[in-house]
């Protein structure tokens, strides 16, 4: 297999492993250690090596190429995967771009029935910069909740609650509509574990019927139809790196 990367000047070696979406910063640095990168033929085992885009990079046996870094927002619809690739024939959220020669794959996961905001990239550095728990990056939800959720119940969110996996808290819990069957909300959390809004509302004894990841911080889905996807503006970028 090989990882397509493009670098401009000298770079510190572990980045541009990172960078070419091959693993982690810290992991690279890893590998590095562990005599598994060999620059134009050479091991290289000390952390502040620089390298650049006209030198053969091995890493653990494969070969690093250098491409530029794209970044894309979809609008994801019900139905289909974030992955790659699928073993069950499913509909893959790669099947909903074109034309885009870069290796991008999607930033985090949604579940198949949830719809709305994903990152594309094929930036490594960046994915894990918006997944990893340490920067407490907040994505907001809609969730239509069946049978509804009173205020006071929903408040327990905010407070925090113990799952099987832990605690959990949201940053922020809203009521937008609700009836004597449904209640729509909005939920804002920076934890990424799996089935976390469904699994936030189950705790409330109600059930979420449809879900929609509206926000990752300052990043909406504004105008972009469901299904439609458009490249990052340099400004978009930019902020979620700061992020
Ligand atoms: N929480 C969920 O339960 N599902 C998602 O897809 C995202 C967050």
Request: one cysteine or more.
């Amino acid at each position: 297999m090989s990882y397509i990367v493009k670098i401009i000047g000298m770079e510190r070696l572990q980045k541009i492993i990172a960078q070419s979406g091959l693993c982690s910063r810290r992991k690279a640095e890893e590998l590095i250690l562990d005599n598994k990168v060999m620059v134009n033929g050479k091991i290289i085992n000390i952390l502040g090596s620089q390298a650049s885009f006209d030198d053969e990079i091995i890493v653990d046996g494969k070969k690093l190429n250098l491409e530029k870094k794209v970044y894309y927002i979809l609008n994801k619809p019900s139905n289909y995967i974030t992955t790659t690739s699928d073993t069950h024939n499913r509909k893959t959220v790669m099947e909903l771009v074109s034309g885009i020669k870069e290796r991008i794959y999607p930033v985090g996961r949604l579940d198949i029935d949830t719809t709305g905001l994903l990152i594309l990239t094929n930036d490594g550095e960046l994915d894990n910069h918006l997944i990893h728990p340490r920067y407490e990056i907040v994505k907001e939800y809609i969730a239509l909740c069946k049978p509804s959720i009173k205020k006071e119940d929903l408040k327990k969110l905010e407070e925090g609650i113990i799952l099987e996996d832990g605690f959990v808290k949201a940053n922020e819990v809203k009521i937008l509509r609700t009836d004597s069957s449904n209640t729509l909300i909005s939920l804002k959390i920076s934890v990424g574990k799996k089935h976390i809004v469904k699994r936030m509302v189950e705790y409330l004894d109600s059930k979420v019927i449809q879900l929609q990841r509206v926000a990752i911080d300052f990043l909406t889905l504004g105008d972009l139809e469901v299904g439609k996807y458009r490249k990052l503006t340099d400004e978009e970028v930019e902020k979620l790196k700061k992020l």
